[in-house]
């Protein structure tokens, strides 16, 4: 138990002294208006109160990924607990701080735009793939589990629960953000509370000892699965994910100051790590080992988990309600994602998005491509959404090193973390199935070549602009 509390401690800690280093670095300017000054229009430019926005940014990108990733990352053991509050403060932290901040900077613009401003046009093209083939993959993954959940609790068809979902997703992304999603979203953040505290108290009082097993030397994978690159694949939201990227300009749009944006982005991101943590703990803690876990989710997914640690540590009705948090996650990116696909394609065809023809004329077939790929077996959108989740979350970092380089600020700071996730991101690829195949020594080498040479290039041919132009004066 003291453990746990102990991955918590460092993570609130984190906050208070890596966030506010972050903080520094990045420098904000409290005097200079934010975007829902300068572009208010009703609809995606609006102005919000601080808490409000901070509630729909832990929301949106509290999905499926800080539940489902920590159950799967449990089966490893405790190295997953690790993960959480190493990635959460040094990677994720600062990938949601600074996806969120040079949106803001730049006018609110999409994280595509964002990384082409800083890596060019090849980046933001490849870029704007990435990021609406994942959020597809995103929508899609947040219409299935939900609707799956809603099935176990209710009887109700799946098919029925996935069309009525499409629908509350579909007038989420038309309507103003502040209608829906700025109206529901303090309520469903109740819920979120009661869910997370609800299933960490019910292992305490049930007399479940939390992470019973401290064993960090050993892999305990009933399917003998490597740690190293899957484990942080698998567990991306909790620790660091390139959704949370395409989330932050949305509420980049709504911010009212840059001082705010340390609790926002940062905060929000230390805040999923401790849904994380608890998710992980309780995959641990409630099974006997890691094969009697694998054993359901095989038999249905990581919602077979979700419902039966909720209903057997709360009882019916706080089961009922707990599950209801876990269905709340799920909806609440769901919906955002379509939104951000939206806006992504509206800045990357130039379609003007203040009058509803025209964000029905990008939604419409948008929702008809998403329908048609939620008919793919959901391991199989799941497998795809953790890789190409990953890359979005190393392009990002990289983009805010260069940033931090041509701003003659500390890179470090986002430099080591992209780093890191390209030897993740290039040792999986090679080594999966969905990829090349290459055996797991080979791949694990030249993954780890490739983040070095990346990591070369990215020193030699990125300089601040003294360095470039000769001035020995450092830039602003």
Same mark, same amino acid.
């Given at each position: ?29 409290? !005097? ?176 479940? !000892? ?35 990227? &395409? ?40 099974? !006997? ?125 986002? &430099? ?59 830039? !602003?």
């Amino acid at each position: 138990m003291l453990f746990f509390f102990a991955c918590v401690g460092v993570l609130i800690l984190g906050y208070y002294t890596y966030g506010i280093f972050v903080e520094k670095i990045f420098g904000t300017q409290p !005097e200079r208006q934010t975007p829902c000054w300068t572009k208010e229009d009703g609809v995606d430019y609006v102005n919000m109160p601080t808490w409000k926005v901070f509630f729909i940014q832990l929301l949106d990108i509290a999905g499926l990924g800080p539940i489902f990733g920590p159950i799967l990352g449990a089966l490893y053991g405790p190295q997953a607990m690790l993960w959480v509050v190493f990635g959460s403060i040094f990677a994720g932290g600062v990938h949601d701080y600074f996806s969120g901040m040079l949106s803001v900077r730049s006018g609110g613009k999409s994280i595509p735009e964002v990384v082409g401003d800083e890596m060019g046009m090849t980046a933001r093209q490849v870029m704007r793939v990435f990021s609406v083939i994942l959020l597809l993959l995103v929508g899609v993954v947040f219409i299935l589990g939900p609707a799956k959940l809603l099935s176990n609790m209710t009887g109700l068809n799946v098919s029925l629960l996935i069309a009525c979902i499409f629908a509350y997703y579909f007038i989420a992304t038309i309507l103003p953000i502040d209608k829906i999603i700025g109206g529901l979203y303090p309520i469903f953040g109740i819920l979120l509370l009661f869910m997370t505290f609800g299933v960490l108290g019910g292992l305490i009082f049930n007399g479940y !000892e939390l992470m019973p097993n401290l064993d960090f030397t050993t892999n305990v994978h009933p399917n003998d699965m490597p740690i190293w690159p899957l484990l942080f694949i698998t567990l991306s939201c909790g620790a660091i994910s390139g959704f949370h990227s &395409t989330q932050s300009p949305l509420m980049a749009r709504c911010m009212r100051n840059e001082k705010n944006g340390r609790p926002i982005f940062y905060g929000a991101m230390i805040v999923e790590g401790i849904i994380a943590l608890i998710w992980v703990a309780a995959g641990v803690s409630f099974y !006997e080992n890691s094969a009697a876990m694998q054993a359901v989710i095989a038999a249905g997914s990581p919602a077979a988990v979700v419902n039966e640690v909720c209903n057997s540590l709360l009882g019916p009705i706080g089961g009922f309600l707990a599950i209801l948090g876990v269905i709340v996650l799920p909806i609440t990116s769901g919906d955002t994602a379509f939104r951000s696909t939206r806006l992504i394609l509206a800045e990357t065809f130039k379609v003007d998005q203040a009058k509803t023809a025209k964000r029905l004329m990008i939604a419409l077939p948008l929702f008809a491509i998403a329908f048609l790929v939620s008919q793919v077996p959901f391991a199989v959108v799941w497998r795809y959404f953790g890789w190409s989740n990953q890359m979005l979350s190393m392009l990002v970092l990289w983009s805010a090193a260069i940033w931090l380089v041509r701003n003659s600020k500390l890179h470090w700071i986002a &430099t080591v973390p992209a780093v890191f996730m390209t030897a993740v991101d290039a040792s999986f690829i090679l080594q999966a199935q969905i990829g090349f195949g290459l055996p797991a020594n080979i791949s694990n080498i030249a993954g780890v070549a490739i983040a070095i040479a990346t990591l070369v290039a990215f020193l030699v041919f990125v300089r601040p602009p003294s360095a470039v132009s000769g001035d020995p004066t450092p830039a !602003e």
